[in-house]
Structures are given as C-alpha cells and as structure tokens.
C-alpha cells in the first residue's frame, strides 16, 4: 500500500501505530475514564471532535506561521489552539446534552492537557501531511483512541469480578492489562506492508 | 510582599523530599505517564527527558510563581500554559543545538512536555499558591523525582532489552535480550512491576505497624 494514500494514513494512526497502545500518547485518560464502558466511549468521542478541529486549525495555522516564518512560535500557537477547541466542545457540550456534561465531568476540560491531541497536531507538521492527509490522519487517530478505550474498559468491567490478590489491585493490574493489549496491538505491524 | 494567611508553607527539607517518594509524580500519582513509557527504551533518553523535565518546572514553577498575584483567577490554565510553551521552546531549541542525534530519538516527545500534567499541576497546585523559594525547592523535588522514576524504567528496559546500560554491555553475550522490553509492552509490564513492588512494600509495613501495635497493647 502506498504510506502516502489515505486508507493506509488512516489505517496506521488506528491500529498499527495506535496513539495509546504503541506511541504512549493520552494515557491520562486511558487509566483515568476507562473503568465503563459508557463513559469510556463519550469520551472518545469528545477527544475525537477535538482532534478533528484541532487538526484543521492547526493545518490552517501552521501555513500562515511558514508563509511569515515564524515557525518557533507553533507549540505556543497549537496549544492555544487546542485550549480554545476545548472550551467550545465543553460549551457546545453544555448547552446540547447536560447529562453528558455531568459524566464526563474533570476529564472535559483535561482534554486539554491530552497529549494526544498535540501530539496528533505536531505529528501532522512534522510529516507534512496536507489537508486530506490530515483529516485521515485526525480520523483514525480518534477511532484508534476510542478503540483502545472500549478495549479497556470492557477489560477493566470484567477484572471487577476476578480474584486478585491484594497487592495487584488498583493501577498496577491496569497497567498489566494495557500491556497485554499493547502486545496485541503489536500484531498489526504487517498490516499494509505485504502490497508495498 | 504581602503574606497570605495559614496559607504559606514554611521551607523545609520535607518541601524537596515530597517530591521524591511521599508524592512521587509518577510512582504515586500517576501523573505525566505519557513520556515516561515513551522514551524510556534506553538510559540516555531516560536522564535527557528527566533533565528537561525538571528544567521546564522549575523554571515555569518560578516565573508562575512570581507572577502569581498579577494573573486573574479566570484565564489562569491559559497563562500558565503559554509560560509552559515557551520554556518547552527554549529546551527544544537548545537540545537540538547540543545533540541532534538525542533530539532525533526523543522526537515529539520534548515538545509535548507542554502536556505533561505534572508540570501544569504543579502550577496550579502549588506554584500558584506559595512562596518563590518555597515553589522551587518544591519544583526541584518533583523534577529529581520524575528523573528517578524514569532512570527506574529506563535500566530496567535497556538492561533486558539489549544487555547494556548507557551502551555499555552488562551481560555476557550470551544473554538473549528481551527485545519486547525496549518495545511499547514492555513499558507498560516495567511500570505495572515497579508498582507492585511499591504496593508490596508499603502493604508489608503497613502489617509491621500494625503487628507492633499489637504487642504494645498485648503487653501493657
């Protein structure tokens, strides 16, 4: 498959270089909101709208920061970006669907500090991804994130009724279980490679 | 300067050693995961991270700190953001001018400091609050404590995963190494390690204190 085209850009940011399982990006909320799966997958869908716009704005800033070549300013600029997409969503959020506002609670206004979401953003500067590129790119990075997050907490549903010992209960299981499924993930790294 | 009431933490020693085991940003609060599991596939990324880690909040700690009562209550997350940015900047910057080989293995990764939580939180939860001196020393603490726990992942990974520390060779070569530590698994299944030893510890004294206890009782 042609790594430029855009089912392979999609494919790669979803599975094979998941941004939690193989890059070790947004884990905040990976072990903070995947311990159900409902509030699991409204959260995916929140970081998910926040990736898209986030992606578009940054695409579109970072070609007035090159055309004035001012890039040493982009990380101040994206964050900034990145701050105020939040600020809608949590609005829009609000004003829509106050009962998802309650559920998500704290972890709406930490999408912020997401490192997903930046890193998606400086990802797609540094691979000179251009406008299409970039929203399959943003695309499959949210799915890749919802994905691994249902993953997780269905897994974390199901170890509420095993017999642990007392040692390994808490975050350290969660940290064995996001393992596990890391190796998983790894048997992805073929995929695409076999038409290229 | 005007002193906030029963507000103000007296420095101590305890102000720098928090930091390093009671409230160990990663070890106990689960804070800034992101970069620990990510760049700690060798010894060297390990102790450049932590270094520009603790640069970053002890510089961003300072500057939030002497600035705490100019900066209104409402857009202070994007103040303290924007002071993170451009101190992220400046290391960036100045790693690439020092080493482009560090810079090219830590990748993203040093630019997305900006988003590791520690740092924001503690801005928030402490720089925002406390004297400048008290705010560094504290800053010190945390960064020495991130250091340690990411050179806690980084041997560990880079001793199974390749048999070497800071590229030297420690096993003889027939070692086979563990090629899936220095992979992505390999950080989760160190970290989850390292926590169960901690838990294991602290529940074990925790049965001494209360065998003592017991004793005490039994035999007054």
Redesign the interface.
Known sequence: MDPNSLTFIFLNAALINNFVLALFLGLCPFLGVSAKKETAWNMGMATMFVMLVSSISAYGINWILVKFEIEFLRLICYIAVIASAVQLVEMTVKKFSPGLFRALGIFLPLITTNCAILGLALFQTFREYDFLQSLAFSTGAGVGFTVALMLMAGLREKLELAKLPTVSQGAAMGLMLAGLLSLAFMGFAGLGSSHA | MSVLPNQQEQVTLDTFMRGLWEENPVFVM??G???V??VTNSTMNAIAMGLATLFVLVASSTLVSLLRKMIPKQVR??TY??II??F??IV??VIQAISLDLYNALG?FI??I????VI?GRAEAYASKQKVSASIINAIGMGVGFTIALLCLGTVRELLGAGTILGYQIFSSNFEPWV?MI???????V???W??LF??LK?RKEQKLLAAEGATTNGS
Do not use: K, S
């Open positions: 689960l804070l995961l992101c970069p599991l990510a997350i994007a953001i924007i940015a451009t992220v900047t960036d910057y993203a630019q997305l900006v988003a590791n939580c924001l899936v992979l992505p698994p390999g950080g989760f299944f970290l989850g390690a926590l169960l838990e294991y529940q």
